[in-house]
């Protein structure tokens, strides 16, 4: 259900514009890719600017806003203190401003709705958007049409003085371009089109594969091909049967196909190897803080104290955003914040009806901060967190309401 009031455009509009800013530094590849990223962002967020005015001239940022701002606040403020308390602030504030003032715009705008958040049509204009970037990345020289086709990574190479072979971020912006699409079949009643997704689909997600990021893109295609696999159980088991024979038609030599792509070899490297990126090392890292530190496990540290305790630079982060919190706040506010959340999927679920992109982009970020990511580093990941932990927790304000008044009845009569 489309969310629907007089200003349903604008609000669109802006939360469009906020997915483009806080995606399309994901597409950088070369010098001139940068240029392009660069460019875009100031355009949405010029563009953000100007509906955020709209909704203030418009009274349409009200109470629910607010308390969501001031729940992401409270946490920042708590986890301030705790590392200024205990000494490593000075890690530990390293991105949180801009991380703060991006999210906390997202948040204003995903709270606004009072349906689906990303109802068909920003749907619609993410695939398009998502086109357009792979077509400027092939013109620019960011993406050789090679055998096998591979990605660019000029400008990162030039900043690190390392050679670079995948990219999170490309993986990221092709795995959203097809979960995007994916929903999209879903609302399609028109058959031709349906192939046009499903090929679309199929495209973007090995583009996700190429850009070489192992979970990133295995992640996407869980959820893009699992949602397709609920909605269409048995068309789906056609196509992928044909596929699977296709494939097996074409490429006789399947294993040293597979072996010329840089996330086949990484994927392999996991398996053979158990090479999960210092990731299992990091996890024990946690824990072994935790047993040795039961202060953070109680009240929490703060930002950076687990960079601090063991002499790690910030980008050693624990690289699991829950193992990160029970650190940064300790395990009750970690577990009344995370039941929360749960609560407030439910909610949301119920009052959509249905799977809507929100919760599948929300799902893919949960998975990929699970396994990489650092608090409050992604900003839409964090601001749907905190939208819903208050859609949970207003449920009890409705409840008082309603109980209210029905006591105001009851006295009347």
Not at 183 to 192: A, E, H, N, V
Not at 372 to 384: P, V
Request: aromatic letters at 16%; proline letters at 2%.
């Amino acid at each position: 259900m489309e969310f629907r009031h007089k200003n349903s455009v604008t609000v669109i509009w802006g939360l469009f514009l906020f997915l483009v800013l806080i995606s399309i530094g994901y597409l950088t590849s070369n010098d001139i890719s940068r240029l392009i990223v660069v460019s875009v962002r100031f355009l949405s967020i010029a563009g953000i600017v100007f509906v955020l005015l709209v909704l203030l001239k418009m009274h349409m940022i009200k109470w629910r806003q607010l308390i969501s701002l001031a729940l992401y606040l409270l946490l920042v403020l708590y986890g301030v203190s705790m590392s200024t308390w205990n000494g490593t602030f000075e890690i530990g504030q390293q991105n949180l401003l801009m991380n703060f003032a991006v999210t906390a715009v997202g948040l204003v705008l995903i709270s606004v709705p009072k349906g689906e958040i990303f109802p068909d049509s920003i749907a619609k204009k993410y695939v398009w958007y998502v086109l357009l970037g792979l077509m400027l990345t092939i013109y620019i020289g960011g993406l050789k049409l090679d055998m096998p086709p591979q990605f660019v990574y000029d400008y990162q190479t030039s900043l690190e003085a390392v050679e670079i072979v995948y990219s999170q971020e490309m993986s990221k912006f092709f795995g959203l371009g097809a979960i995007a699409a994916a929903f999209l079949i879903s609302k399609s009643t028109r058959k031709y089109k349906s192939i046009f997704l499903s090929c679309i689909v199929l495209m973007l997600l090995t583009l996700s594969f190429l850009g070489g990021a192992r979970g990133d893109s295995l992640a996407a295609a869980l959820i893009a091909l699992t949602f397709l696999a609920n909605k269409f159980p048995f068309k789906f088991l056609v196509v992928f049967l044909a596929g699977m024979t296709v494939n097996y038609a074409l490429f006789s030599d399947v294993e040293s196909l597979l072996g010329s792509f840089v996330v086949f070899q990484r994927l392999l490297s996991t398996f053979t190897e158990s090479d999960l990126g210092l990731r299992d090392v990091l996890l024990n890292q946690v824990l072994t803080l935790l047993s040795q530190e039961p202060k953070c496990l109680v009240l929490g540290c703060g930002f950076g104290y687990f960079q601090s305790y063991y002499d790690y630079d910030f980008g050693m982060y624990p690289h699991n955003f829950i193992a990160e919190s029970f650190i940064v706040f300790g395990l009750p506010i970690t577990m009344i914040f995370f039941f929360s959340v749960i609560g407030g999927i439910k909610i949301y679920y119920r009052r959509v009806g249905n799977i809507d992109l929100f919760i599948l982009i929300f799902l893919y970020l949960a998975i990929i901060n699970i396994k990489s990511g650092y608090l409050f580093g992604d900003w839409m990941f964090t601001a749907a967190l905190m939208y819903l932990s208050v859609l949970y927790f207003l449920k009890f304000k409705y409840q008082n309401d309603q109980a209210y008044l029905r006591l105001n009845n009851s006295v009347g009569k």
